[in-house]
């Protein structure tokens, strides 16, 4: 059952160790034994005259019991796990971490170790997790049990009422036991809840339909049987809740106690927090249809657990990608490309109704460069990372209005220079092959654009 079983050997004081560890499991079985007859005998078949209604009862009572005693039996003799044997020291590496001078070549004898082993968990001291009794690399989430006497995978805790340690295998088992066990209780108490009140009101003569005869016997039967459903439930109910809030926190009772420490990023009880319904699943499974059935669904292998950091740096990885949208196509004109736009000549004609807007730094624009007819059109785009140059035939360029012409540039009609327009990435320049006066002016509110000459 365990890692270390070929290492022990029985003895007799362990044998009867073992025998007493099944009293409580013999105790429930035997509780369970006499609700049965006490509910199916005494309060159905020799207390109900009204058969629809003992079927029904009946019907209901036997499909709890079947979950229940179906979950309670998985819990029972599922078995720990076996941590593989590549997690286990050779005798030469145990016999080298044992004679280490100090802590820190045992962490560096372990650390080397490991290095290849999906581990995350570390002790105070950063070292990788070692069992000395099983001689083992501890698996994430996992702990020696000193009753099973091994090393549990995802230990929750050791419930003496199941003689078995509740681990990854057992887990769900353990979750479903609590629950039918709790439904079994109060539909037990809840059924014979009017006949309780009933003995205690004396309304009835319940005596003479059978229900409580004169030796006394079937009343102590139905009386004991509310008591001890409501009993276990009250002790049931905060149990199961409890366990309900560890699934969807994705955290076992020991975590809850001690938060397991994280090679990057140190103690965080959070640490396996995936989201309520990611951990539901880790624990049930995804197939909805055998949630609630005490069969084996839930994810991994119990030696590997993703983290909460690793799903938040996948979701940030995600999120910047989607913000960087779709690189593959020029916002200049349209089409796609798969380099950029460099030196590209194009020839200002009067067809070519494209404009763009040109205003000073430091005061609004209000007029026209050049008059309406002779302009020439430019669709200037937000900043991107595309590298413009137009080149323009001699003559004036006609900007849209409101652009103050002289507010921005000296008058440059009679000019012949070619005049070259570069916008690359977030900076745009418009330059001549003559050097003059230099303004600043900006596209569509865009970067700033310095220019050498005048247009």
């Known amino acids: 059952m365990g890692n270390d079983d070929h290492g022990r050997r029985k003895t007799p004081c362990s044998c009867c160790m073992s025998v007493f560890k099944w009293i409580p499991v013999l105790f429930i079985t035997a509780v369970i034994g006499w609700s049965y007859y006490a509910y199916v005998v005494q309060l159905c078949i020799l207390g109900m005259e009204n058969r629809v209604t003992m079927a029904v009862f009946l019907l209901f009572y036997h499909l709890t019991l079947v979950l229940f005693l179906w979950s309670y039996w998985q819990t029972i003799f599922t078995s720990v796990g076996r941590v593989p044997d590549h997690w286990r020291l050779p005798e030469s590496e145990v016999e080298r971490l044992f004679r280490a001078e100090n802590q820190e070549a045992q962490k560096r004898i372990l650390n080397n170790f490991a290095r290849n082993l999906p581990v995350t968990n570390r002790t105070m001291n950063g070292a990788v997790r070692?069992?000395?009794?099983?001689?083992?690399?501890?698996?994430?989430?996992?702990?020696?049990?000193?009753?099973?006497?091994?090393?549990?995978?995802?230990?929750?805790?050791?419930?003496?009422?199941?003689?078995?340690?509740?681990?990854?295998?057992?887990?769900?088992?353990?979750?479903?036991?609590?629950?039918?066990?709790?439904?079994?209780?109060?539909?037990?108490?809840?059924?014979?809840?009017?006949?309780?009140?009933?003995?205690?009101?004396?309304?009835?003569?319940?005596?003479?339909?059978?229900?409580?005869?004169?030796?006394?016997?079937?009343?102590?039967?139905?009386?004991?049987?509310?008591?001890?459903?409501?009993?276990?439930?009250?002790?049931?109910?905060?149990?199961?809740?409890?366990?309900?809030?560890?699934?969807?926190?994705?955290?076992?009772?020991?975590?809850?106690?001690?938060?397991?420490?994280?090679?990057?990023?140190?103690?965080?009880?959070?640490?396996?927090?995936?989201?309520?319904?990611?951990?539901?699943?880790?624990?049930?499974?995804?197939?909805?249809?055998?949630?609630?059935?005490?069969?084996?669904?839930?994810?991994?292998?119990?030696?590997?657990?993703?983290?909460?950091?690793?799903?938040?740096?996948?979701?940030?990885?995600?999120?910047?990608?989607?913000?960087?949208?779709?690189?593959?196509?020029?916002?200049?004109?349209?089409?796609?490309?798969?380099?950029?736009?460099?030196?590209?000549?194009?020839?200002?004609?009067?067809?070519?109704?494209?404009?763009?807007?040109?205003?000073?730094?430091?005061?609004?624009?209000?007029?026209?460069?050049?008059?309406?007819?002779?302009?020439?059109?430019?669709?200037i785009t937000p900043p991107s990372q595309v590298i413009v140059n137009v080149e323009a035939q001699p003559g004036p360029i006609s900007l849209p209005p409101p652009v103050p012409a002289a507010a921005a540039f000296p008058d440059t009609n009679n000019s012949n220079t070619p005049v070259v327009i570069n916008i690359i990435g977030d900076h745009g320049s418009i330059t001549t092959a003559a050097t003059a006066d230099k303004g600043v002016c900006e596209l569509n509110g865009g970067p700033h654009l310095v220019a050498n000459k005048a247009i």
């Open 130 to 379: 070692f069992c000395e009794k099983c001689k083992i690399i501890k698996p994430d989430r996992s702990h020696h049990c000193s009753v099973c006497n091994c090393c549990v995978l995802k230990m929750d805790h050791h419930c003496p009422w199941v003689n078995n340690c509740v681990n990854f295998y057992n887990y769900k088992y353990f979750v479903l036991f609590l629950g039918y066990a709790l439904i079994y209780c109060l539909y037990v108490a809840f059924t014979t809840l009017n006949d309780f009140i009933q003995f205690w009101k004396n309304e009835n003569q319940l005596s003479e339909q059978g229900q409580l005869n004169g030796t006394g016997m079937g009343r102590f039967h139905i009386l004991f049987l509310f008591f001890i459903g409501i009993m276990f439930a009250i002790s049931l109910v905060s149990l199961f809740g409890y366990h309900i809030y560890l699934v969807f926190m994705n955290r076992t009772t020991l975590e809850a106690f001690r938060a397991p420490i994280f090679r990057v990023g140190g103690p965080d009880k959070n640490g396996y927090n995936l989201g309520r319904y990611a951990n539901f699943c880790e624990v049930f499974g995804d197939n909805w249809q055998y949630w609630f059935l005490p069969i084996f669904t839930s994810r991994g292998d119990g030696l590997e657990f993703p983290t909460a950091t690793e799903q938040l740096g996948n979701n940030r990885g995600g999120y910047r990608y989607d913000a960087m949208g779709d690189t593959t196509t020029n916002r200049l004109d349209g089409q796609p490309t798969d380099k950029l736009i460099d030196e590209t000549s194009l020839n200002t004609h009067l067809n070519n109704h494209q404009t763009h807007q040109v205003r000073d730094n430091n005061q609004a624009i209000e007029q026209q460069i050049v008059p309406q007819q002779q302009r020439n059109h430019l669709e």
